[in-house]
């Protein structure tokens, strides 16, 4: 038997339980993972907590989407991969376990240079941070403001858009402006005033905007400072995007992601992965618990700094 991570009902983090689960057999165009490290996001306690509609729960519902570790079993039909291969999974079904089985497309190479912790970082907030800048066609000669910019989604946006050649101004709490500032952006505190401070702190205007923090004050602000509303996007707030008049990818919002956009999800790990085994791309740390603490990992989840991973 395997250790999974899942929940009968919907409610708080302790809702969450340990169970034991029938080992995971690679079935045709699967790998089995030996999980090393869990990544924990936001979008996990939505569902866990109800907060994002989901069907109904018969049966003991697993959960998580990202994860890192080996492979242990290669299914028929797949290429590429072999028995003790390090990976990561991105886009997995109930990855808060210790042996899993998956679709081979949501697997990639984990080049050495990438610890199981920092691969299980990866999957949710850089695959939305890399497709909501292509989506908005950002670059050279933008002026890119985004909100959450200390968050894992903002970090993994302030990285792309600097490295495309986009100036960023991010807002964060005072508390992560150094972090901010060291991946390439211009820290602004949110809360009242923030438009001011942004005009401030970008003279030239703002031509683009990503909200990573769902806040009123992000998306009105954005409206205020970006001209063109097909350039604002919020990836939190996808219910209320249209009544903005602006885009939203995801984010609970009624419009599925498009088969482009899961295209440039997918394709952002290959080219993430590459640039950390290059150097050229950071990712903070968090608080790491054991697999059975899941309910603790979802409890830290408020103001956390760095991602919390899982450790099975
Ligand atoms: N649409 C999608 O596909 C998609 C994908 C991934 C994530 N998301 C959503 O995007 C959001 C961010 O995810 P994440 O993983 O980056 O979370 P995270 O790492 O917990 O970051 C949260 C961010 O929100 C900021 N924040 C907190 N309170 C704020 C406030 N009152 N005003 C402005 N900013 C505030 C935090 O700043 P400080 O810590 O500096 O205070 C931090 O930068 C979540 O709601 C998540 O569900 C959506």
């Known amino acids: 038997m395997t250790t999974a991570i899942a929940y009968t009902r919907l409610g708080g983090p302790e809702v969450l339980e340990p169970i034991e689960v029938p080992e995971p057999v690679a079935g045709e165009g699967q790998v089995v993972v030996d999980v090393q490290a869990v990544g924990v996001n936001p979008i996990d306690a939505k569902l866990r ?7 109904p729960i018969v049966e003991p519902r697993r959960i998580g989407s990202d994860a890192a570790g080996t492979v242990s079993a ?7 991969f072999r028995v003790g291969d390090a990976v990561i999974v991105s886009g997995g079904n ?12 949501a697997v990639w190479p984990r080049p050495p240079a990438v610890p199981a912790p ?8 850089v ?3 890399y497709q909501a800048l292509r989506s908005l066609d950002v670059g050279a000669g933008d002026t890119l403001l985004v909100h959450g910019g200390s968050g894992a989604v903002g970090q993994a946006v302030i990285q792309f858009a600097r490295l495309w050649g986009a100036t960023v101004i991010a807002t964060s709490s005072e508390s992560r402006f150094d972090r901010v500032r060291a991946l ?10 923030l438009a001011d401070r942004v005009r401030a702190a970008a003279p030239q205007g703002v031509t683009v905007a990503i909200d990573a923090a769902g806040t009123d004050e992000a998306i009105e602000t954005s409206i ?8 604002i996007a919020t990836l939190v707030r996808g219910k209320d995007a249209a009544g903005y008049g602006i885009r939203a990818f995801s984010g609970g919002g009624p419009t599925p992601l498009t088969p482009r956009q899961l295209a440039w999800r997918a394709e952002a790990m290959p080219v ?7 150097g050229a791309f950071d990712v903070e740390r968090g608080p790491e618990f054991p697999l059975a603490d899941a309910a603790d990992a979802h409890r830290a989840l408020d103001g956390v700094r760095g991602k919390i991973v899982l450790l099975p």
Request: glycine fraction near 18%; proline fraction near 5%.
């Open 49 to 55: 907590s109800g907060q994002r509609p989901s069907d």
């Open 74 to 80: 290669v299914g028929e039909g797949v290429e590429g």
């Open 94 to 105: 109930g990855t808060y376990a210790s042996r899993i089985a998956v679709s081979a497309d």
């Open 118 to 125: 920092v691969g299980a970082a990866l999957g949710i907030p």
């Open 127 to 129: 695959g939305t941070a």
């Open 184 to 193: 390439g952006a211009e820290p602004v505190v949110y809360g009242d005033g």
């Open 224 to 231: 205020e400072l970006v001209a063109d509303r097909s350039r």
């Open 272 to 278: 993430v992965l590459a640039l950390l085994a290059a």
